[in-house]
């Protein structure tokens, strides 16, 4: 089936050919550059996006800044009133949303809607939480003392955002955010404007009806605009998610005025495959990983680590499910793998490749761009040498791009799987629990994220997410993420008539 056309789509979501790119609830007429939105499955126009002049920027924090008065002081289970309404919409429109993932970043159809779920169930988590910000009530050694720790908002919050999931990283911040009673200016990727376009137009509708304007923010921008909010002294915190070394300017930026960051940044991810795994699940997990989103996913699978007994089927099995997968318009019902983002990605895709053969690697499958319109490229299995002699394994190239390498033990796959800079997502294929358990141990996956007999990719929102190292050590969406949004404030309260000093110290 073929799906709809880009003006159906667009229509439904109520987006014109030209759009401003600066709201605070009520949409500016904003000043900035205008951004076009290409579709990398044709390299077409999709639409303009005016972005925000810094007078657009100061215009809509002075607006979320008002806002941010009186929304801490609204009770947090009303809060989530808000959300809750923006879930209903979100599943209203769960259609053309993800489908204008797909027109404009390139994901399949069941991705750009799995990336709408993403959003649906983060909202009801967050609905949930917004009965559950819970401090302690802690011990005190002093009699007739109350000792208690509570949450307070933080204030707004600033969210810059990346291409790869265009609207779901936004609702996993924004969704937690204001239910803990913050308001949030985002910063989408210029990749992407249309899809922050249109999921800001559903946050006007429930922000209208819950007296909530203000409440959630856009502004559409380059480096530029988000070179204002990682300076800005009135944002207490900046949740990035993006690439390691703009990742690295905005900790710099941000730690240098002692704001808080919520950094999610680059992953490597790795697989390890143990002669006793099922090799059936493995070679699906690893395909999704690696092939899923055009291996965009900073959850993407990009090194599998196969035990000797296993390397050979393994490695024949996922040749021979890789000329399964069909490439092309990720509206197209029976596509597997759309393109990849824009031209530079092909870019970049190609010259790995190169090093990767320079390096002593083998193409057993893929290995070129597809000659047609668009930026797509073949998903590519890479036979390794050793680990430490192939470091281009060791950066990570945001394609589909698989490495495969041979190894003996366990303890060996661990410390190759270990040894590079990043640490967001791992896994392990095995049907021994003593080697599962190995993995999961302290001395096992140093990742963020560590899954046995499934894949690296495609976590759910109700754990915490986000990874060590270079990867920045961020936690967003549930468990208790929430606390990063918000300030902790401990509080002792003293009942009696008597005035003791803690640690027995007597004054006066
Ligand atoms: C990302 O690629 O930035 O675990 C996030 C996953 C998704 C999130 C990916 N839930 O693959």
Redesign the pocket.
Known sequence: MIGRSEATILEQLGIGPDSQGGCDGQWLDTAGDQIESINPTTGAVIGRVRGCSHSDYEAIFAAASRRFASWRMRPAPQRGLLVRRLGELLREYKEPLGELISLEMGKIRSEGLGEVQ?MIDICDFAVGLSRQLYGLTIASERPQHRLIEQWHPLGPVAIIT?F??PMA?WSWNAAIAAVCGDVCLWKPSPQTPLCSVAVQHLCNRAMAEHDAAGVFNLCVGGSEAGGWMCDDRRIPLVSF?GSIPIGRQVAGRVASRLGRTIL?LGGNNGIIVLDDARLDLAVRAIAFGAVGTSGQ???STRRVFAQRGISGPLTEGLIAAYQTIEIGDPLVDTTLMGPLASRVAVTAYQSALRTAVEQGGEILTGGRAIDRNGFFVAPTIVRAPAHDRFSIAWEETFAPILYLFEVDTLNRAIADHNAVSQGLSSAIFTESMRSAETFLSARGSDCGIANVNLGT???EIGGA?GGEKDTGGGRESGSDAWKGYMRRQTCTVNWGGDLPLAQGIEFL
């Open positions: 993403e990346a790869n999931f990283v998610t999610e996913r900073c959850t990719s495609g976590a997410f």
